[in-house]
């Protein structure tokens, strides 16, 4: 037996054979290419000497590991595939740069005696190996702990790591050093294996492995491999309490022989050490993907939570901003100021005129009166609903927006109209969103909820809350929105005013000209395709209006929009505005003003008129008016042609021939989606066809001023099923106009003054009105000849009797007058048929 030392110094007994194989596995040194040319010599060192993943070690030489020289944060870079072979190697030659300390000049100041022969950078690890010799073998423990002893005497604290301090320890295995991509961290795996091959392995123990490992740093715990494991080489599994003291550990213990004594057996164990990733803990996650029915609802309510606190502040911000016209450009002081420079200008040079304003001064002047009773209302404390309601194109958004609410700031137009026609549920949010201003908005992400909530419902069997209903949307909108009104309402208010000690809503109350303008236009438009955006509307300008954050207007085309409105504010009575057409002095005004010459027409095309011309065409306005009446879209188009060079009878004719094209296409042919009507042909062909003798005084069943009866219509034969229903759907679609008093509707009129010369113009046509009236006798044929199989047969059944009481003879004298009334009307109806047949055959 003789003594030799373990790599770099621990003595042992073995014998002669294990002493020449310890040595014959010993790799001999070979020289790093130098990066500085005096001193140690400094190596980059990412694969070991001659890239065969050791350091060698000769006689009277150790190795040293200094530890937290360089930061882990550059752990990173080792994914990229160029790091280990062009970047560390720059970064090792300035290791006295970047590093905490110098390592040659930290082994010298230690211990004087030992010579550094070089310096090996472990960038990876965050430190260095120091090779360095000394005159005995002897000394080579003796130089490790001298510093070790300096570092603790005297700390080296990196600028990156404040807490934590530079470390040094002998290295007592072989290291095994690579350029894998294989990362340090805390837990460390460490196999016992033999030390020739085929020869016997000692497991050690938990206090054994403590032994060796804890004075490199404080152990977290020590897992053994468990006894009736197979899994080979054995193994065991520490965990650091920091990823630097594993790093020191494995650097200084990796190819360590544990001999006999020390518990290794009769030949020796070898530690082989490597790095090994600490499996985080996922109990939280196994949670929760093990509870779904509790998970995914607490999700959605956390999502929801989340929204609400993120995105409702920026919302209302936004809809603030809308009401406010924070980001409209006309109303800024300076932009105003250059368009009124700009304007006056223009005007001085007559470049600019507008006939247009100057055309609804006349109207404006008509209504001054609606126009001083709505701005009246408006600084009223009264909380009930403002309806302005008239026909279509008699200018109710113009009267409201433009002059009654003209020098209000704060106001908020809604229209309902691409509310309504949007498709789908995301259109119909987006559509919402942008008439307040509500923005971000996820439309989207409401058809992605539905499919998520259908399959975790399908999972789980209860239902996760992700999607939302339409409805859900539009009140969250419109919540917004009531909230952004409030703050507008309340923005003017200071802490030195003298009702500063009211409450917000007693100031408001207190206040009504502080409050915002809401002004819901078209509303009831299209009530046959739904009504759920009407409600939602109706219910929320009912609690802004009871709430006292604003004014709420609707605009309505609709006569019966009490019905909707009373559902939604049942306890008020409404403040109403009616507008109708205008009176024909009125209307004469109205277009006189639109024909002033005006350049700008002249640019787009039009024929400016010449002042002999233009009083030669004045004078047929007195006689073509009447039949436009006071429509002002009617008398704009009518101006318009006029200036375009057609004389005004010219253009009343093209303007009521065209109104009996739309006539003939929207209401009585049967193309273009005639089966989504309400209404036959033959029912609207009969209104066009007594409407148009309403002009006839002799009639018996017109009057030139109330036009039809109501009720009289209701007993024809085209409206004996569903007669309400058929003409409530003509007046939504405007072919005719209702007319109710105290809620009972008593009259029936065209629904566009135009149209009443349209309904003369389409009954003069011979073969249209033969037609037409044919279909109209053919289906009240029809009727006839259903009440008279009815009569047959109860006639039948009472002829079947065995006896004829007494009792039933009032009963069949009744069945047979009304069959034989029946009889005289088909034979009535077929010989006037037979008439128009005659007519369809001879004219074209």
């Known amino acids: 037996m003789s003594t030799t030392r373990n790599f770099l110094g621990s003595s042992r007994l073995t014998s002669q054979s294990a002493l020449t194989r310890s040595r014959s596995i010993q790799y001999q040194f070979k020289t790093c290419p130098p990066l500085f040319t005096s001193g140690a010599r400094y190596a980059s060192l990412e694969a070991g000497e001659g890239d065969t993943g050791h350091i060698s070690a000769g006689r009277n030489q150790g190795v040293l590991f200094i530890n937290n020289l360089y930061p882990l944060n550059l752990q990173w870079l080792f994914r990229f595939p160029f790091a280990a072979d062009k970047l560390f190697p720059k970064l090792a030659a300035r290791q006295r740069m970047f590093g905490a300390a110098d390592a040659a000049k930290l082994v010298k100041d230690a211990q004087p005696s030992a010579e550094v ?53 002998i290295v007592r295995g072989k290291p095994w050093v690579e350029d894998l991509y294989r990362l ?26 403590y032994s060796f490992f804890r004075p490199y740093g404080k152990l977290a715990e020590i897992i053994t491999q468990p006894s009736d494991s197979k899994v080979l080489p054995k193994y065991a599994q520490l965990d650091f309490n920091s990823i630097r003291k594993a790093v020191l550990a494995k650097n200084c213990l990796h190819g360590y022989t544990v001999n006999e004594a020390e518990g290794g057996g009769q030949l020796g164990t070898v530690f082989r050490i490597s790095y090994e990733k600490k499996q985080k803990a996922r109990w939280f996650m196994d949670w929760l993907t093990g509870h779904p029915r509790i ?41 105003a100021w250059a368009k009124d420079l700009t304007n006056e200008f223009l005007t001085s040079v007559r470049l600019r005129h507008a006939p247009q304003d100057a055309g609804m001064e006349a109207i404006w002047e008509d209504r001054k009166v609606h126009i001083d009773q709505l701005q009246t209302w408006l600084m009223e404390t009264a909380d009930t609903f403002i309806i302005v309601q008239g026909p279509r194109g008699s200018g109710k958004r113009e009267l409201v927006v433009d002059q009654a609410l003209k020098s209000r700031k704060n106001k908020l137009v809604i229209d309902c109209k691409p509310i309504q026609e949007a498709r789908g549920d995301s259109s119909t949010i987006n559509a919402t969103a942008a008439e307040v201003g509500y923005w971000p908005v996820f439309s989207w992400m409401n058809s992605i909820s539905g499919l998520i909530d259908l399959a975790a419902q399908g999972a789980t069997g209860v239902k996760t809350g992700f999607s939302e209903t339409l409805e859900n949307q539009l009140t969250k909108i419109l919540n917004n929105t009531a909230t952004a009104l409030k703050q507008v309402a309340l923005e003017g208010r200071k802490s030195d005013d003298k009702d500063a000690n009211l409450t917000d809503d007693e100031y408001l109350e207190a206040h009504p000209e502080r409050r915002p303008v809401v002004v819901i236009d078209n509303f009831l438009h299209k009530t046959q395709e739904g009504t759920v955006v009407y409600d939602k509307i109706a219910e929320w300008a009912a609690r802004v209006t009871t709430s006292n954050l604003a004014h709420v207007v609707f605009l309505t085309n609709d006569v019966s929009y009490s019905k909707s409105l009373s559902k939604a504010l049942p306890d008020r009575a409404f403040r109403q505005i009616g507008l109708s057409d205008t009176s024909l002095e009125v209307a004469k005004r109205f277009v006189i003003n639109h024909l002033e010459f005006d350049p700008e027409d002249t640019e787009a095309g039009l024929k400016a008129l010449s002042t002999t011309q233009r009083r030669k065409d004045l004078v047929e306005l007195d006689d073509v008016l009447p039949a436009l009446g006071g429509r002002l879209t009617d008398l704009e188009f009518l101006a318009r042609r006029i200036k375009a060079g057609e004389t005004p009878r010219k253009a009343v004719a093209e303007i009521v021939e065209q109104a009996a094209s739309e006539i003939l296409k929207m209401f009585v042919l049967n193309g273009g989606g005639g089966d989504e009507r309400n209404w036959t ?80 113009q389409l009954v003069k046509d011979n073969v249209l009105r033969s037609r037409l009236d044919l279909a109209v006798l053919t289906e009240s044929i029809k009727i006839e000849n259903a009440s008279v199989e009815a009569y047959e047969r109860e006639l039948h059944l009472l002829g079947e009797l065995p006896k004829q009481p007494s009792e039933v003879t009032g009963r069949v004298q009744w069945l047979l007058e009304k069959l034989r009334i029946s009889q005289d009307k088909i034979e009535k109806y077929e010989r006037e048929a037979g008439g128009l047949k005659k007519t369809l055959m001879s004219e074209f």
């Open 117 to 169: 022969l070089e310096v090996l950078p472990r960038l990876k690890e965050g430190g260095a190996f120091v090779k360095f010799s000394d005159a005995t073998d002897e000394n080579i423990p003796s130089i490790g702990k001298a510093v070790e002893k300096y570092l603790t005497e005297h700390p080296i604290k990196p600028f990156w790591a404040p807490l934590s301090r530079v470390q040094a320890s």
């Open 184 to 209: 340090p961290s805390a837990r460390l795996r460490v196999e016992f294996l033999p030390t020739s091959p085929g020869g016997e392995v000692a497991e050690l123990s938990q206090e054994q492995l």
């Open 295 to 335: 998970t995914i609802p607490a999700l959605a309510a956390l999502v929801a939570g989340i929204t609400v606190a993120v995105f409702d502040p920026i919302r209302t911000a936004f809809i603030k901003a809308h009401i406010t016209r924070t980001f409209k450009i006309s109303d800024n002081k300076y932009f």
């Open 681 to 760: 042909p033959q029912q609207a062909w009969l209104l066009i066809r007594r409407l148009a003798k309403t002009n006839d005084a002799s009639s018996s069943n017109v009057n030139a001023d109330q036009g039809l009866r109501y009720n009289e219509i209701l007993l024809s034969d085209a409206y004996k099923t569903a007669g309400d229903a058929a003409l409530q759907a003509l007046e939504q679609a405007e072919l005719i106009t209702i007319q109710s008093s105290a809620g009972r509707p008593y009259a029936i009129k065209p629904g566009r003054p135009v149209y009443l010369p349209a309904f003369q």
